[in-house]
């Protein structure tokens, strides 16, 4: 310390310091906001009927015991006096009007539909809860959709002339009306802890099959399946905030179908395999002329298996990569690639026996990884469920539609006779859908990896 006698301070003044220290306490002292005085909408209007009949200034010296200030007192003197002048214009002359309650302006953006058909969507949503009926966006987007095609064709008005609805706008409704997502239970995947590793060495068996065979982009092909309800229902509703029990109508309705779909690394969209439930060919839906090149067929549970399997190879696949081979002048047994999942009923000796004869090379997506290495996972799967979501609004917004003009609200009609030619319609729109869009298909290949090892 001795050594502070040889320098100069040049800090501030032990005062200047002082009232820096000060400064900063009184800033951190947090400010409590000042309390406020709530009045409800019949205070409001005994208030605004005293300041109509005696004055503002009489007004706020009789409520004295209330914190009022002149100017809000004189807004609902105002407000008083038009909603008076409102009543008196609507009821019969010489009768009494009298105005009990001034309820203030409402805050936040005006409903999409409107105040008119907002409310009416909300009449709806509350009868179909009470029957039971799961509700999710699907359900009300296809509701607000009837409403909007019945009164925008009788000319009432809506908020704007052509409303898009969605998703999210969906959710808003339900958030509006205190509706929260309920569900028993739920599922998450889990990446194994050496993805990368496993990916890398994916890619590089896909890569030194493609490398060493010369095999080009028409021939590496990807299959996959996956399961689509007739009907676009689900365990999750949306109900009331704090209700202990949920009731769902329908909440275990399996009916399925499942649809295998394949595409190419160039983009091509092939022809579908669809398996219905059942034994024979009375399973399939009636009066419906499925496009040529599909196949249809079932299973006693509609899962695919070995013999749906082998059916797809011989119906689908192979035809596929033989008229490939002559399109492109090559070899009649000219090497090609399928990439598919590790399921049971896929990956049995028949089916390899079958693509080894026809010279096709497969490489497995490895188990787990599906939702990163799998390109219909990644492009096409979630694309097809939206899509046929899309369809069944539509179908069920021109329901609504119906019932509306016939002034009745009953459950839809959603029996399998008359639900699965509608979705085999909707799936026949799909799959033309992915056909003239390969940018689609050559998306999921490259968010895979598998066009950069090409």
């Not at 005994?46 to 010296?61: D, N």
């Not at 689509?228 to 905030?241: A, D």
Request: hydrophobic share 35%; glycine share 6%; aromatic share 8%.
């Amino acid at each position: 310390m001795a050594l502070l006698k040889y320098f100069k301070y040049k800090g501030p003044a032990k005062c200047d310091i002082v009232v820096q220290e000060n400064e900063r306490e009184e800033k951190s002292v947090k400010q409590v906001r000042g309390t406020y005085e709530k009045f409800s909408p019949k205070d409001k209007a005994s208030i605004g009927k005293y300041a109509s009949e005696h004055g503002v200034t009489k007004a706020v010296q009789h409520f004295k015991e209330k914190p009022l200030k002149e100017s809000t007192v004189r807004d609902w003197k105002k407000a008083y006096e038009i909603e008076l002048r409102h009543k008196r214009m609507s009821s019969e002359p010489g009768k009494a009007v009298v105005v009990s309650s001034l309820e203030g302006k409402k805050r936040g953006r005006p409903p999409l539909l409107g105040v008119k058909l907002d409310l009416l969507l909300q009449e709806r949503i509350v009868a179909m809860r009470e029957r039971g009926t799961p509700i999710g966006s699907s359900t009300v987007i296809g509701i607000g959709k009837g409403i909007l095609m019945r009164h925008e064709k009788h000319g009432e008005e809506s908020k704007e002339p052509s409303v898009t609805l969605n998703k999210d706008w969906a959710i808003g409704v339900l958030r509006r009306m205190n509706f929260t997502k309920r569900r028993a239970n739920s599922k998450s995947k889990v990446l194994p802890s050496n993805f990368d590793t496993i990916k890398e060495q994916f890619l590089f068996d896909v890569e030194a099959i493609v490398m060493m065979e010369d095999i080009p982009k028409e021939l590496i092909i990807n299959w996959d399946q996956t399961a689509m309800k007739i009907v676009p229902t689900s365990s999750w509703t949306m109900e009331k905030r704090g209700t202990k029990r949920v009731e769902i109508a329908a909440a275990d309705d399996k009916r399925q179908i499942t649809a295998l779909f394949t595409c190419t690394a160039a983009g091509k969209f092939l022809p579908i395999q669809l398996i219905y439930e059942g034994s024979t060919n009375r399973c399939f839906p009636k009066n419906v002329t499925f496009p040529q090149g599909w196949n249809i067929t079932c299973s006693p549970n509609h899962w695919s298996n070995g013999d749906t399997m082998i059916e797809y190879l011989n119906e689908i696949l192979i035809p596929y990569v033989t008229e490939k081979r002559k399109e492109l002048q090559l070899p009649a047994d000219y090497p090609s690639l399928a990439l598919f999942d590790i399921f049971k009923g896929q990956c049995t000796n028949e089916v390899y026996d079958l693509l080894s004869r026809n010279n096709i090379f497969y490489v497995f997506i490895p188990a787990n990884c599906t939702d990163k290495l799998q390109p219909l996972d990644l492009s096409v799967n979630k694309a097809a469920k939206d899509f046929m979501k899309r369809k069944f609004q539509e179908w069920y917004g021109r329901i609504i539609n119906q019932q509306l003009t016939d002034g009745v609200c009953e459950d839809v009609d959603m029996r399998l006779s008359r639900m699965k030619p509608l979705t085999a319609m909707w799936a026949i729109d799909m799959v033309k859908y992915f056909v003239a869009r390969p940018e689609i298909i050559i998306n999921g290949f490259s968010a895979a990896g598998i066009l950069d090892v090409l």
